[in-house]
């Protein structure tokens, strides 16, 4: 079975750093990913972990510890345009196939 | 990166026809699945479409409702049949490739 936890809204505040947060519980692990959806297009690539450790890329870092079936994504420097939909998926490697969580609607305040 | 076409892109269809979506990748992906996603809501995995042979279906997806083609690594094929209104949805096709999964843009279906 899976089970891939993420909260179901933040606030954060433009200009601010906004930590989301990911819990999986999974029958095999490849990787996992993290992507962003803004509201009437199809979701974005922002990263893929797969060994424990943290990613940077430019303002959005990723974080995965293996062992504690935990990631974080972590967005610096928000901006209006960050407001968005942001989806932490697993792939699992058992099955071959990628879940994805419920996903976090991220407002960004003025 | 991988670019996918997905067509068409919204349709309205009437209850109990079927509609089939298409998608094709413009480099080859070692796998794809087909994903649906209600208003508001996250992706919900339908199947992995398997090359040249019957996709693997999620539990609560079966192949008669939702027959899936892949006859060559680059194109795929879902086809939502005898609709009815809670068939209405985003459906989404995706490919693996490059350790990214890239989507193509998604077909809205409105069932009346």
């Known amino acids: 079975g899976q089970n891939i936890d993420q909260p179901t809204e933040m606030t954060a505040t433009e200009g601010a750093i906004v930590q989301i947060n990911c819990t999986y519980q999974?029958?095999?692990?490849?990787?996992l990913f993290w992507y962003q959806q803004h509201a009437g297009e199809a979701p974005t690539f922002l990263s893929y972990n797969v060994l424990d450790g943290l990613e940077e890329k430019g303002r959005f870092s990723s974080f995965l510890s293996r062992s504690k079936g935990y990631s974080y994504l972590l967005l610096k420097e928000l901006q209006m345009k960050d407001s968005a939909s942001y989806l932490c998926?697993?792939?699992?490697?058992?099955?071959?196939?990628?879940?994805f969580g419920k996903g976090t609607r991220l407002h960004i305040l003025p | 990166s991988a670019v996918i076409s997905q067509k068409p892109s919204r349709d309205i269809c009437q209850r109990g026809t079927s509609l089939t979506i298409q998608c094709q990748v413009d480099s080859q992906v070692t796998m794809m699945f087909w994903y649906r996603q209600q208003p508001g809501q996250s992706l919900t995995l339908i199947a992995t479409?398997?090359?040249?042979?019957?996709?693997?279906?999620e539990s609560g997806f079966v192949i008669d409702k939702f027959p899936i083609s892949r006859p060559n690594l680059t194109f795929s094929t879902l086809t939502v049949s005898n609709m009815s209104p809670e068939d209405s949805s985003i459906y989404l096709c995706s490919g693996l490739g490059d350790e990214k999964l890239f989507f193509g843009s998604g077909t809205q279906l409105s069932v009346l």
């Open positions: 999974t029958s095999g692990f490849n990787g």
């Open positions: 479409a398997n090359q040249g042979s019957e996709a693997t279906y």
């Open positions: 998926a697993v792939w699992m490697n058992r099955d071959d196939k990628i879940i």
